[in-house]
C-alpha cells in the first residue's frame, strides 16, 4: 500500500534536532590539553640537533688572514759600487822575506806594499798587491785604476815573497805580475830596476821575456813570442794597457831592441 508522505516541517525538526544533540556531545567532550609553557630561563626541548655554543665575547677571535699587514716591499737595488781603494803599507825586512837581502840597494823603508784592485781572465773582480818605491805609488794607483776601467785581465799579482827563494822563474811561470825583487839582470853585475822596485812585470806568460840569442822566459810563454796574437792580457805597441804607463814616463821593453821584455816598465 502507499504510505501518506511525512509533512514537510517534520523533516526540518528532526534535522535541527541531530544538529542539537553533535553540538552537546561536543562540548561535553574534554578538551585537549595545551603543552606547558617553558618558565623563564629554560630553553624548551626539541627534536632537533643542539647547535654548539657560540664562542664568547670575552675569547679573542683569532686572526684572519687577509687582516696581517703585508712584508714591506724590498728596497730598489741601489747603483753599483766602487771598488774599495787601493790601501798602501809600509813593509820590514820580515815580511819581504827572501825578495830583500841586506846587499839590496834600496832598505823596506823606502818600499811600500800597495793592494789594487783587477780583473782576472773570468771578468771577476780581484784584489793584488805590488812592493813598489815609495815614490811611485801615487803613480802606480793610477795606472792599476785605468788598467781596471778598462777591464784589462790580469791573472794574479803576488809578491816574490810567496814564491821559494823569491824565485823570479817561478813568478813567471805563474803568469804572476809582480814588481819588486832584489834581483840582478840576468847575464849582468848590474842591479834590475825590480830591486829599486821602479819596475813592474804584467802578466809574464802572456808577454815573454827574449834575449839576443832567442831564449824564451818563462819557458811556457813560448807560444806567445808570435806578437801577431791578440790573446787578452797580451800588450801591443799603442795598446790602452801599454799606454797606461808610457803616457806617464815608464819605458816599456816591448820597445827595445834586444833583448826584447814585452812583461816589462820601468820607471827611473
Not at 785605468?146 to 785581465?153: A, F, G, I, S
Request: glycine letters at 8%; one cysteine or more; hydrophobic letters at 30%.
Amino acid at each position: 500500500m502507499r504510505y501518506p508522505p511525512v509533512p514537510r516541517f517534520r523533516t526540518v525538526v528532526v534535522a535541527a534536532m541531530s544538529a542539537g544533540v553533535v553540538a552537546a556531545l561536543v562540548q561535553c567532550s574534554p578538551a585537549r590539553p595545551e603543552p606547558p609553557r617553558p618558565e623563564a630561563g629554560t630553553v624548551a626541548p626539541s627534536s632537533s640537533v643542539v647547535a654548539p655554543p657560540s664562542p664568547s665575547p670575552s675569547s679573542s677571535p683569532s686572526p684572519s688572514p687577509s687582516s696581517s699587514p703585508s712584508p714591506p716591499a724590498p728596497p730598489p737595488p741601489g747603483p753599483p759600487q766602487d771598488p774599495p781603494a787601493a790601501t798602501v803599507h809600509p813593509v820590514s825586512a820580515a815580511e819581504l822575506g827572501p825578495s830583500w837581502r841586506p846587499d839590496c840597494p834600496v832598505p823596506p823603508r823606502q818600499l811600500r806594499r800597495v793592494s789594487l784592485n783587477h780583473i782576472d781572465f773570468q771578468g771577476r773582480p780581484q784584489r793584488g798587491d805590488l812592493v813598489v818605491h815609495q815614490e811611485l805609488v801615487p803613480e802606480v794607483i793610477e795606472i792599476f785604476e785605468e788598467l781596471h776601467r778598462m777591464r784589462y785581465p790580469i791573472a794574479k799579482m803576488r809578491t816574490l815573497d810567496h814564491y821559494p827563494d823569491a824565485s823570479d822563474e817561478l813568478s813567471m811561470e805563474d803568469n804572476n805580475t809582480s814588481a819588486f825583487n832584489c834581483r840582478r839582470i840576468p847575464g849582468s853585475g848590474s842591479w834590475s830596476f825590480h830591486a829599486y822596485g821602479r819596475a813592474i812585470d804584467i802578466n809574464p806568460v802572456l808577454n815573454p821575456f827574449i834575449d839576443g840569442s832567442g831564449t824564451v822566459e818563462p819557458r811556457n810563454g813560448a807560444r806567445f813570442v808570435d806578437r801577431r796574437r791578440v790573446d787578452p792580457g797580451t800588450l801591443h805597441d799603442g795598446g790602452s794597457a801599454v799606454l797606461a804607463f808610457t803616457d806617464r814616463g815608464w819605458r816599456w821593453g816591448g820597445h827595445w831592441r834586444s833583448p826584447l821584455d814585452y812583461q816589462h816598465f820601468e820607471r827611473g
